[in-house]
Protein backbone atom coordinates (compact mmCIF):
# COMPACT_ATOMS: atom_id res chain seq x y z
CA UNK A 1 0.00 0.00 0.00
CA UNK A 2 2.78 2.29 0.89
CA UNK A 3 4.41 1.80 -2.41
CA UNK A 4 0.99 2.79 -4.50
CA UNK A 5 0.96 5.93 -2.57
CA UNK A 6 4.40 7.16 -4.05
CA UNK A 7 3.26 5.88 -6.82
CA UNK A 8 0.30 8.11 -6.72
CA UNK A 9 2.61 11.14 -6.10
CA UNK A 10 4.61 10.74 -8.50
CA UNK A 11 7.40 9.49 -6.70
CA UNK A 12 9.37 6.33 -7.74
CA UNK A 13 12.61 5.02 -5.97
CA UNK A 14 15.50 5.11 -8.88
CA UNK A 15 13.20 7.38 -11.25
CA UNK A 16 15.57 10.09 -11.38
CA UNK A 17 18.45 7.79 -13.00
CA UNK A 18 15.86 6.09 -15.48
CA UNK A 19 14.60 9.99 -16.31
CA UNK A 20 18.43 10.62 -16.75
CA UNK A 21 19.03 7.72 -19.20
CA UNK A 22 16.40 8.87 -20.94
CA UNK A 23 17.04 12.39 -21.29
CA UNK A 24 20.62 11.78 -22.42
CA UNK A 25 19.45 9.04 -25.04
CA UNK A 26 17.00 11.61 -26.21
CA UNK A 27 19.66 14.22 -27.00
CA UNK A 28 22.30 11.96 -28.14
CA UNK A 29 19.28 11.24 -31.12
CA UNK A 30 18.83 14.53 -31.86
CA UNK A 31 22.59 15.53 -32.06
CA UNK A 32 23.08 12.71 -34.07
CA UNK A 33 20.17 13.90 -36.14
CA UNK A 34 21.70 17.30 -36.58
CA UNK A 35 24.98 16.20 -37.04
CA UNK A 36 23.30 14.23 -40.26
CA UNK A 37 21.87 17.47 -41.69
CA UNK A 38 25.23 19.12 -41.21
CA UNK A 39 26.89 17.21 -43.14
CA UNK A 40 24.52 17.15 -45.60
CA UNK A 41 24.34 20.63 -46.02
CA UNK A 42 27.86 21.52 -45.93
CA UNK A 43 28.29 18.39 -49.03
CA UNK A 44 25.80 19.88 -51.12
CA UNK A 45 27.41 23.29 -50.96
CA UNK A 46 28.47 24.87 -54.27
CA UNK A 47 32.40 25.24 -54.71
CA UNK A 48 33.83 28.49 -56.03
CA UNK A 49 34.59 26.30 -59.41
CA UNK A 50 31.00 25.74 -60.17
CA UNK A 51 29.79 29.17 -59.46
CA UNK A 52 32.84 30.25 -62.38
CA UNK A 53 31.40 27.19 -64.53
CA UNK A 54 28.16 29.07 -64.16
CA UNK A 55 28.91 32.15 -64.38
CA UNK A 56 30.73 31.27 -67.87
CA UNK A 57 27.84 29.87 -69.25
CA UNK A 58 25.46 33.03 -67.98
CA UNK A 59 27.96 34.77 -69.95
CA UNK A 60 27.62 32.67 -73.35
CA UNK A 61 23.96 32.77 -73.28
CA UNK A 62 24.11 36.59 -72.84
CA UNK A 63 26.18 36.95 -75.33
CA UNK A 64 23.81 35.14 -77.68
CA UNK A 65 21.03 36.79 -76.80
CA UNK A 66 22.43 40.27 -77.63
CA UNK A 67 24.00 38.05 -81.29
CA UNK A 68 21.97 35.46 -82.18
CA UNK A 69 24.05 32.59 -83.53
CA UNK A 70 22.14 29.07 -83.22
CA UNK A 71 25.05 26.86 -84.11
CA UNK A 72 26.26 24.72 -82.44
CA UNK A 73 29.91 25.79 -80.86
CA UNK A 74 32.95 24.29 -78.73
CA UNK A 75 34.37 26.94 -76.75
CA UNK A 76 38.27 25.16 -75.09
CA UNK A 77 39.37 26.45 -71.49
CA UNK A 78 42.22 25.62 -69.70
CA UNK A 79 40.88 22.87 -67.45
CA UNK A 80 37.35 22.20 -69.21
CA UNK A 81 35.31 22.34 -72.78
CA UNK A 82 31.95 23.78 -73.02
CA UNK A 83 30.01 22.30 -75.70
CA UNK A 84 26.86 24.50 -77.20
CA UNK A 85 24.39 22.27 -78.79
CA UNK A 86 21.17 23.78 -80.28
CA UNK A 87 18.02 21.83 -81.20
CA UNK A 88 14.36 22.86 -82.86
CA UNK A 89 11.45 22.41 -80.04
CA UNK A 90 9.25 22.56 -81.44
CA UNK A 91 7.52 22.06 -85.30
CA UNK A 92 7.72 25.54 -86.91
CA UNK A 93 11.63 25.87 -85.51
CA UNK A 94 10.86 29.17 -84.39
CA UNK A 95 11.78 28.11 -80.43
CA UNK A 96 15.29 26.44 -79.97
CA UNK A 97 16.69 24.30 -77.29
CA UNK A 98 20.13 25.69 -76.56
CA UNK A 99 22.50 23.10 -74.65
CA UNK A 100 25.77 23.91 -72.95
CA UNK A 101 27.35 21.01 -71.60
CA UNK A 102 30.53 21.14 -69.49
CA UNK A 103 33.31 18.82 -69.66
CA UNK A 104 35.53 18.78 -66.61
CA UNK A 105 38.21 16.58 -65.32
CA UNK A 106 36.16 14.57 -63.01
CA UNK A 107 32.28 14.93 -64.38
CA UNK A 108 29.70 16.62 -66.80
CA UNK A 109 27.39 19.29 -66.34
CA UNK A 110 24.69 20.60 -68.61
CA UNK A 111 22.55 23.50 -68.48
CA UNK A 112 19.27 24.07 -70.91
CA UNK A 113 17.91 27.03 -72.13
CA UNK A 114 14.98 27.86 -74.42
CA UNK A 115 15.39 30.91 -76.64
CA UNK A 116 12.95 32.25 -78.72
CA UNK A 117 14.32 32.76 -82.54
CA UNK A 118 13.20 36.01 -84.47
CA UNK A 119 12.56 35.63 -87.69
CA UNK A 120 14.23 37.71 -89.32
CA UNK A 121 11.30 38.87 -92.12
CA UNK A 122 9.25 40.01 -89.59
CA UNK A 123 8.90 44.05 -89.00
Known amino acids: MESLRRYKKGYLVASSLIES ?8 TCLLVALQLYIT ?8 NDHRLKFQVDQLVSEMKLDPS ?5 HDFQTY ?5 VTAHDD ?7 SYSIQGQSDT ?3 HYLILKEDENRP
Open 109 to 111: ITY
Open 92 to 98: RGSLKRV
Open 41 to 48: VLEGRPTT
Open 70 to 74: FDSEI
Open 21 to 28: VIAIAIIT
Open 81 to 85: TIRKS
